[in-house]
Each structure stands twice: as C-alpha cells, then as structure tokens.
C-alpha cells in the first residue's frame, strides 16, 4: 500500500496513469483470489448446492420422475406406514438420545474430576468415537445376541436372574405313565399312594440325557437301599434308565445315576409341609415328622424351561437397543465437551460456596449447572443434528426380520429410494424432510457466526 | 457437633464419597470395555468354538485363541482389495480437501473478490446440509460422467461433502493471522501463492492437522456414501464387511476380525495424535 502511494506521488500531478495500474492490480488481485476459491466453489455448487436444489424438485415428481404430482409425496409420507414408523422411530431418537447422553456427560464431567486417573477415563469414554459405526455395530450385534452363550448381555442377565431365581436342572425330564408319578396341571408331579413316616419312595423320572446330568451325579443305588428312620419319610429321585441296557422300569438299579438338586415337597393334607433338595445320588429325606398321610411332589420349578434373558434385538427392543449402542460411542464426547466446560467455570464461586457449607449436591444443582448452561446447550443441540441422521448403527444392529420396527428417517429415505423401494420421489421428499429438520441447526450456525464477526 | 464443622469427619465422609466414585467410574469404564474385549476375543475364536459358547468363555481356556482368522483375512482378496480400497479412499480425500480448503480459507479470510461475505456465510449454511440429500442426485450425475463405481467417484462425493467444515475451519484460524504478518510479506514482494505456502500454511499447521485426522476418520469410518457410489471392485472394508451380516451368526470368524481390522486404524490414529483427535472432532461435530 505504502509502496503504492510513493509512486503515486513521483508520478506527480499526472494521477491517472497510476489510477489505471492500480485498477489493473485490483483486478489481477481479484482474479487470483477467484483463483483460489474456485476448487472449493465448483465442487460444492455440482455436488452439494445443485443436489439440494435437484432433490426439492424431483420430490414434486412421482417415481418414474415425468409426472408432477405436487405434494403428494410429502402426505404419503404420513400415510405410509412404513415411513409413518421411521418419522416416528426418528422422533424418539432425537427425544431420548441427546438428553440421556447430556445428562450421563455431565454427571462422568463433574465425577471424572474427582479422581487422579481422569485422563485415562476420559481416553477410554473418548475411544468409541474413532471407531467406525460398522465396527460399533458388529461389536453390540455380538453384545446383544440372544442366546445367552454367545451375547455378553444376556448372558449377564441369564446369571442375575438365576441368582435370584434359581435355575431348573431338568427342563426335559418326566415321569413314566403308571410308574407312581402323576403330572400336576401346573407341570408338577405328585406321588399317588399316601406315605407315612418310616416309608421310603423311589420317584424315577426319564428324559434327562445322561449327558446332561449335572457333574457329580451319583449311582442312586446305594441310597435307595437304606430304610428310613420311624419319624422319617425317605427316598431317592433318579434316572430311571441304564445307560446300554437293561435295567428294569420303575425300580432302582444299580447302574442308575441320583437326580442332584431336585426339590421335593412333603405335603399333608394339601399343604406343603417340609421341602427338602435331592443330595448328589439324588437322595432326601424329611425327619421329625408328624403321624399321618403324605404325598411327595417335585414342584413344577424342577421341570420350568431355562431363562432365556432378554430379546435385544427383538422388534420391542431394538431401538431401545441400538440406542445403547449410541450412547456408547458419543458419551466420552460429552463428557469431555462440558468437563472443557467446567474447567472454564469462575472457581472463586465454587469456593465461595463451599465456604458457605453448600453441600456437593446444593453446588452442584444451583452452581454447576446454571453456569454450564451455554456449554450444555451446544452438546444437546449438537447431539440433536448428528441423531437425525443416525443410519449406520440401525443398518447393521437391526437384524433383517426387524429392520422395519427399527427404521429411522436415513434408513428409511435409502431403503425407499435404492433398496428395493426404487420410488426416488418419495425418497427425495425424505430427503428433503431430513434437510428441513436441520435447518434450524443451519439458522443457529449461521447466526453465531455473524455474531462472531461483529 | 455439626459435622460440616468437624474437619476429621469430613475428610471420612469425603474419603468414602471419593471411594463410591471411583467404584462407580470403575465400573462404567468396565462396561465400555467389555463391548470391544468381546470383539477382539470372538475375532480370535475359531467358528466352532464361537458356536459352543460365548467369547468370555475363552478367558478360561486361551489355548483357543490364535491368530488364525487373522491369517485367512489376510489370505482372502476380497477383504485385503477392500482395505486397500479403504486407504485408497481416505488418504486421497484428506489431501485434497485440505488443500482446496486452505486456498479458499485463505481467500476468504484476507483476499478481496465480489461476493466474499455472502458466500461464505452459504458455506456456513452447508455446514449441516445431510450428505443423504445428495446421493440421489450425485448418482445421476457420475453415472452420465462415468464417475458411479469408481473410487475416483466416492472420493470426489466425500471432498464436496467434507469441504464446508474444512473452510469454515480453516477460514476462522487463518483469519487470526495478524494482519502485520501478512502485510510485511506483501510488502517484501512476495506473490500470493508464495504468501499461502511460506506463511499461512506453517502458521496454520495445527488447525490443518486436526481437519486432516477429522477427515480421515471420517473417510475411513464411512459406510453410507461408498454402499452407493463404490462397485465390488472399488468398495471398501466397511462395505464389504455390511455385506457379509447378513449371516451374521455363521461369519464370526469372519465379521470379528474385519471389524478389529477396520477400527485398529482410527485408534492407534486416536492413540497417536489424541490432542489434535480431541479438537477435531470436537470442533467437526457442528456437521
């Protein structure tokens, strides 16, 4: 500039020459700076600024694309079941997600502080986030699978609530007809003849492969032998097959093996009375018993099919589900946006308060938070803008069957435009839905960048 | 006496509070890391032994982990074409947006031309402009330039896509460059160009290193734009893995390995440059 204005001068009162050279740099400056911006410009108008501006038009066109049909694409949007469900799924997305991530971010942000190791958590929480949403789909479709002896999760659940509840060692097994069981109507069985104390009864049951005997399982044999006590009703419950033949029905042999950890009830007069479990050769006993008639039941609880756990991937829970898989991957992302956050914060109003006796949690709720609210606010909305377009995740997590019960807007306008749908003017209306859902997040950049520039 | 007052009760009331968080952050981090011990242990597992019982189950036995699926991977040119395919794609993208969006963030931040502030404000607008919205169209347009199915194709798609973060990105670091700066250089003479690649690229390294590991994971972990663009020939990991879970159950052996494969790039990536990693993503999440 200065350089300029010093030729200007020598030049002397004859001004329009340097007018004109300086005209011609201006331009030339010009023509550079087009120079540089143009890559950028040429790519976006053919690829980004057309497509937009393509897609709003072709929505007004039916699916071979040569008749107008005015909006009719977008009211088939909210009657066609199919889409009607994806705006839906789309919408309890963008309801829970941002939400149960901000709030699960800010509770590891403010607690991650309080440990010496928060930069490891933070690197671990963070990691997912490198990880493809194909990898991260395969990595929960392993997690969630049903069978609890291949998916973590269930197999989790499975051991919890076998804890709790127990678990049935014999789902398979029965009772021969006419060998002195009778099947309940609950699924248990009874012995028919009256017992008193000082009888002794074998119950045989059959279906049990040899198997699937629990470890440890015993020759019922030797058990079976002893006589019971006067007070005492005794017995055994066993395999009632010999394992290569033989054998007889309904009696103990010796090659027979105990039903380990069967639970057997006393019942008198229609009330249970004691309730013992089966020894490793399937033997038990009641002692101490009054006088009088008794019937021994195996409780339907023995013979109950195994827990199964939870259907993940099932169509109630799939979204639920895939959800989780989110949260896996973008909580480290909110937790370390709003920890920035709260680094930031005035310590002196945190002191202060603890000076005054405000609890963590006092602090936390009329301090932490109020103050993080900007911070906060961006996570969400954030969150909000990358939900609405979730179409990985749902691709690969939902299984085939279910894919339909777990379709969100993305999937949805790719299944309706080249997966098979082939109508592109739904699909570009869907397309255009997805673009408009955005817009506010378009008006708010937009507006904090000219904010930014003043 | 009030306990808020009693420094020695306090100091075991918050030894306790500290020990329930640890406890707590323990276990959450023990549940984000079993999800990729799972992968990482099922990738390791021979196809019978995944259907006689879960990969925890394995823990107990190591004998059957080996390396074996890893090897088959290796040997199966479908797989080892898609990998290639994979960096064939990122690392050409990286490049190339980083460089067209330096030029142009260099140019809006501190070149003259007609039009600057309004364009780049319809930049800005870009920003969040779904890349769902553009498939269709693109489509069209490589199928009539030949373009539909070759890499050429999914590179050029994800360049246009990924521009409008670069030069928002680039444009407001560039525009922190003291004006003195890049005066003095005018005035010495130098051409613009030389300007652009003697001072603004050196003082814009570390803005340009975080878009460029941004954008390469965000090439690298891309399943949607190749799924359409890229053919069997061209396509990469991510898409020839999607193609196989269909029989998920049966192609363990096969799935595990390909997606411990796919990701160990990005994480050593995150590993290696974690401070840049951070800000990228950070500040790509606007998209």
């Known amino acids: ?454 | 006496m009030n306990p808020a007052t009693n420094p020695a009760m306090n100091t075991v009331r918050r030894g306790l509070g500290n020990g329930l968080v640890q406890a707590f952050l323990v276990v959450i981090g023990l549940v984000w890391l079993t999800p990729l011990a799972g992968l990482f242990v099922s990738s390791m597992r021979s196809a019978q032994d995944t259907a006689k019982g879960g990969w925890w189950t394995a823990l107990a036995s190591p004998g059957q982990l080996s390396f074996d699926n890893y090897s088959a991977l290796l040997k199966n040119a479908g797989m080892t074409q898609a990998f290639w395919n994979t960096v064939l794609i990122s690392v050409p993208t990286t490049a190339l947006v980083v460089g067209i969006a330096a030029l142009a963030g260099y140019a809006f931040a501190w070149l003259d031309f007609p039009g600057r502030e309004p364009i780049f404000l319809l930049v800005v607008a870009l920003l969040v402009v779904p890349v769902q919205i553009g498939l269709l169209p693109v489509a069209k347009l490589f199928g009539q330039l030949g373009l539909f199915g070759t890499i050429p194709g999914v590179v050029l798609f994800h360049v246009a896509y990924g521009l409008p973060f670069a030069v928002f990105l680039l444009r407001n670091y560039f525009a922190e460059i003291p004006k003195e700066m890049l005066e003095a250089a005018r005035m010495d003479g130098g051409s613009e160009w030389r300007i652009f690649t003697r001072l603004v690229l050196p003082v814009g390294r570390p803005a340009i290193a975080s878009l460029a590991i941004f954008q390469f994971l965000w090439v690298w972990n891309d399943m949607l734009v190749a799924l359409l663009f890229a053919d069997s020939s061209s396509q990469p990991l991510t898409v020839e893995l999607q193609s196989q879970i269909r029989q998920f159950g049966s192609n363990i052996d096969v799935l595990a390995p390909g997606a411990f494969l796919s990701l160990i790039v990005p994480v050593v990536v995150f590993f290696a440059f974690q401070r840049h990693f951070v800000q990228g993503v950070m500040a790509g999440s606007v998209k």
């Open chain 1, 1 to 454: 500039m200065t350089a300029t204005t010093l030729v200007d001068k020598a030049a002397g009162p004859s001004a329009a020459p340097g007018a004109a050279r300086k005209r011609r740099t201006r331009r030339r400056g010009r023509i550079i700076a087009l120079l540089f911006v143009l890559p950028a410009l040429v790519l976006l108008g053919a690829l980004v600024v057309y497509p937009v501006l393509f897609s709003v038009g072709r929505s007004f066109f039916d699916a071979s694309g040569n008749r107008f049909v005015g909006g009719d694409n977008y009211t088939e949007m909210f009657r066609d079941p199919a889409t009607l469900k994806a705006i839906r799924n789309t919408a309890i997305w963008v309801v829970v997600a941002p939400a149960l991530l901000t709030g699960l971010g800010l509770i590891l942000a403010v607690l991650v502080e309080k440990v010496r190791w928060a930069t490891a958590f933070k690197l671990l929480l963070f990691m997912p986030m490198a990880v493809s949403f194909l990898a991260a789909g395969i990595i929960f479709r392993l997690a969630y699978d049903e069978d609890p002896d291949k998916g973590v999760l269930n197999a989790a659940v499975v051991s919890v609530h076998d804890a709790f509840q127990g678990t049935s060692s014999y789902p398979t097994a029965r009772a021969r007809d006419g060998q002195g069981l009778t099947r309940g109507q609950d699924g248990s069985y009874l012995t028919g003849a009256g017992l008193s104390p000082g009888d002794s009864a074998d119950l045989g049951l059959v279906g049990v492969l040899p198997k699937d005997l629990p470890r440890g399982a015993a020759s019922a044999y030797p058990a079976a032998s002893r006589t019971a006590a006067p007070d005492e009703l005794r017995g055994v419950v066993y395999l009632d097959f010999t394992p290569g033949g033989g054998g007889k029905q309904g009696k103990v042999d010796p090659k027979e093996s105990g039903l380990p950890g069967m639970k057997v009830e006393a019942i008198r007069d229609g009330r249970s009375i004691a309730s013992a479990t089966t020894a490793s050769d399937g033997s038990f006993r009641f002692t101490g018993l009054d006088n009088g008639t008794y019937t021994l039941k195996l409780p339907a609880s023995n013979f109950a099919p195994p827990y199964q756990g939870v259907s993940w991937l099932g169509p109630a829970l799939v979204t639920p589900a895939i959800i989780g898989a989110y949260l896996w991957i973008w909580t480290g992302f909110a937790m370390v946006l709003i920890g920035a956050g709260l680094a930031a914060l005035p310590r002196d109003t945190l002191e202060a308060a603890r000076m005054d006796g405000a609890n963590e949690w006092q602090i936390f709720r009329r301090i932490t938070v109020p103050l993080l609210a900007p911070v906060l606010t961006v996570v969400f909305v954030t969150l909000v803008i990358n939900v609405m377009k979730v179409f990985d995740l749902v691709y690969i997590i939902a299984p085939g069957p279910v894919q339909e019960d777990a379709t969100v807007l993305a999937t949805q306008m790719w299944l309706v435009s080249f997966g098979g749908g082939n109508n592109q003017g739904l699909g570009s209306a869907l397309g255009v839905l997805l673009l408009l859902l955005v817009i506010p997040a378009m008006v708010f950049n937009v507006r904090r960048f000219r904010r930014s520039q003043r």
